[in-house]
């Protein structure tokens, strides 16, 4: 579920805007490509903007538009992320589908495969490689009735979702990426610190 100029999976792309939309401050990166590394071009840090229950598109687009003056970039794509209160990230087992099939079951009937009432979120997944042998395999497929993936499961309220992109175009941006925080978290320690990464077991704190 990484950035995909991170994983180059995308041709010519070199650079992006990285927006984490906190609830006191807002932080922002300017992030390009070179070579094997990467450098942060610029950054900006503004107080969130001050709202009550959801805020309107109008204000977020407007306070997009004074980060993207601070950082003053020219590239459109940007990538920003949704806090711990609008989405969630989960390992969970399910049934082997195609993502598109996986997200119709969810949006029809999420409490019966997360135990929780996810109505009006959209999904994505990472699935986890398996690492069991044939035999096992067979075995979990026997004993569950019908084979199963283990995956990381994300989900964002969908109007959110829908909101952020409309601002992120308002603002003079083209949204590449919504992005969980806790996914951005792990994604950034991975990068920073690969060695120690596939070691075993790191606990992460982001304390704001």
Known sequence: MALPFINNTRKGRDQMVSIDLG??????????????????????????????????????????????????????????????NDSFVRLVEMPAMPVADLRSVLKI???????????????????????????????????????????????????LVDDLQFAIKSAGLVPDHVVPSLVGLVNAFERA???????GVVALVDIG
């Open 23 to 84: 609830g006191r401050i807002t932080k922002a990166v300017h992030l390009q490509a070179s070579a094997d590394k990467f450098v942060m071009s610029s950054y900006a840090l503004l107080d969130a903007p001050i709202y009550e229950g959801s805020i309107s598109t109008d204000l977020l687009s407007a306070h997009l538009k004074n980060v993207v003056q601070l950082l003053n970039v020219k590239t459109k794509q940007a990538a920003i992320t949704v806090g711990v």
């Open 193 to 199: 610190l690969p060695d120690v990464h596939v070691k």
């Open 109 to 159: 009937n999420s409490k019966m495969y997360l135990q929780q009432d996810f109505s009006g979120y959209v999904f994505d997944r990472y699935v986890v490689p398996a690492s069991e042998t044939v035999a096992a395999k067979e075995k979990r497929k026997t004993d569950s009735g019908g084979l199963k993936s283990k995956m990381l499961l994300a989900g964002a309220r969908g109007k």
